[in-house]
């Protein structure tokens, strides 16, 4: 019974991925997770989810100038988050506290992104395929791009870890031990602007927080351990990613909306089973 | 070992020292001298200097003139033989990462690279956290823990590297007056056994009076180091205050008065609640009455 239901599950399996566009699918949400879910975990750890939210809005108006002007989406993409990480961390604490000033920035991206497709005669697909991603439709070019992105991230993230982790938890001692915050805080979002890059391949610029937040937070709330809860993060975001193309391909439902509501699941369901959810966070 | 060589070098020594900043001065002309193995309350109003003071010795801010030495070498950043706990930050209280992370991401942080601890590592880490008997807070989330358990954690980060001077910047804010009192013994314990020089400021002195050798009062750009006695009185309070300032004794405490308004008690009413605060901003003028809580005088 079990092995032929295993059969069954296998033969499907194989059926899903005969198909080119599937075997793209997986592997580049593959990738992607696993970057989101480790660079995500430090971003909820810092606090800096909205820069998260905030930097893939540039990114929009990035793919679609580069569309514009003759480009690719994603390199346009990679170079206006990138720059845009690079500022934010530069300007460091005169960020903070100014949600407002940043949340003017990030819808005038979203305007400046909607009048350049204006401009631009393929309006709709593209920016349906920007805004919430197109993970069926990620070419071999693509892949590799978020393969060196996504490695490109990891390594990079793996270089400045430590640092990153004193200057996250404790910033005045970590600054007193020699510790550089603002350069710390540069390369750290300059790492989150390429994994918000690789991210919105997948689940398009507004649904970035799916990825990158959602199964961050979930890990920080089922482990109180570091290095568990990293490969939690990661380990959470590749299920939900994988398992939001399987569903999307049996429904016939966008990928994107199956890989949020898994995020949004896994994410209440660790409230609901942790008696740290009882105490609200303030 | 070498603290045996070294007892003869003071730990602080500060010669002619002035520090401004945003066009205030915060020391001026100041020259003091901490030894080994002293335990100092660091005191005075908001915006005094004690952070200041604290960032200057470990070399993060530079004074406009003079000389700061730390344990004989010119105070300068990232000096290993100083144990540095900033005051608490909210990100600590709702983390729900266990202590144990916590303090360990305090050894060798400063160092690229992943922060994967070694055995020795480990050993130091285990060390610093069962100096502070926090053994058994170490494995649970830093957001399920009191204030009081954390600031312990807090001091065993602070331990890391076996310094020999320790900074500690308001242990006691927002704590109440028994989990002060167990902080304050905690670092008397600590700073005996070890033998180090611990600057612990505060803006209340009677938590203090028990465990400090020495008394550090910060006001109006000067410093007066010395007995309780010696720097508790009205004369040199007057002078660090720049108004007239009583002191009052009553059983084994110590008020100190402006105007029949407790100085310190208004200071601490203030500062509640507060993140970090790089004592520079709001001078308050202590001296106007202001609508006072008439319970203020009941503390601990």
Known sequence: ?282 | MTRMASTSIPAIELEQVTIALGGRFILSDVSLAVGNGEFIGVLGPNGAGKTTLMRALLGLIKPSSGHITVLGEQAIRGNPAIGYMPQLRSLAAHLTLRGWDFVASGIDGHRWGLPVLNAARRQAVAEAIDLVGATHLAQRPLGDLSGGERQRLMLAQALLGRPRLLLLDEPLISLDPHHQRVVVELVREVQQRLGIAVLFSAHELNPLLAAMDRVLYLGNGHAALGTVDQVINGPVLSRLYGSSIDVVRINQRIFVMSGGHDVERDAHMHENGHGHDHDLGHGHDHAHGQDHNPDGRRHA
């Not at chain 1, 892949?143 to 910033?171: D, E, K």
């Not at chain 1, 649904?207 to 979930?218: D, I, K, N, R, Y």
């Not at chain 1, 909306?257 to 896994?266: E, R, V």
């Open chain 1, 1 to 282: 019974m079990i092995t032929r239901m295993a059969k069954i599950t296998t033969l499907m399996g194989v059926v899903m991925l005969d198909y080119d566009f599937m075997q793209h699918a997986f592997a580049a949400a593959g990738i992607v997770a696993i970057v989101a879910g480790v660079v995500g975990f430090f971003l909820v750890l810092r606090g800096q989810t909205f820069a998260g939210h905030a930097l893939s809005h540039v990114g929009f108006a990035g793919a679609t100038g580069a569309i514009l002007i003759g480009g690719s989406p994603l390199s346009g993409l990679i170079a206006f988050t990138l720059l845009a990480g690079i500022g934010m961390g530069a300007l460091g604490d005169k960020l903070s506290g100014r949600d407002v000033a940043i949340g003017v920035i990030l819808s005038l991206s979203l305007g400046l992104g909607l009048l350049f497709l204006h401009f631009f005669t393929a309006y709709a697909t593209q920016a349906t395929a920007l805004l919430f991603g197109n993970v069926f439709g990620v070419s071999n070019g693509t892949l590799l791009v978020l393969f060196g992105i996504g490695a490109a991230a990891l390594i990079a993230l793996g270089v400045i870890a430590r640092p990153l982790l004193f200057a996250s938890l404790q910033p005045e001692l970590a600054e007193a031990k020699g510790v550089s915050l603002r350069l710390v805080s540069v390369l750290f979002l300059a790492i989150v602007a390429l994994a918000v890059s690789a991210c919105a391949q997948v689940v398009g610029v507004l649904l970035v927080f799916a990825l990158m937040v959602g199964p961050a937070a979930t890990a920080q709330r089922l482990t109180s351990r570091l290095g568990l809860g990293v490969a939690l993060a990661a380990g959470l975001a590749l299920v939900e990613a994988w398992l939001g193309l399987v569903l999307a391909y049996y429904t016939d439902w966008p990928a994107s909306f199956w890989i949020t509501a898994l995020s949004a699941l896994a994410y209440f369901a660790s409230l609901t089973g942790n008696r740290r959810a009882a105490i609200p966070a303030h």
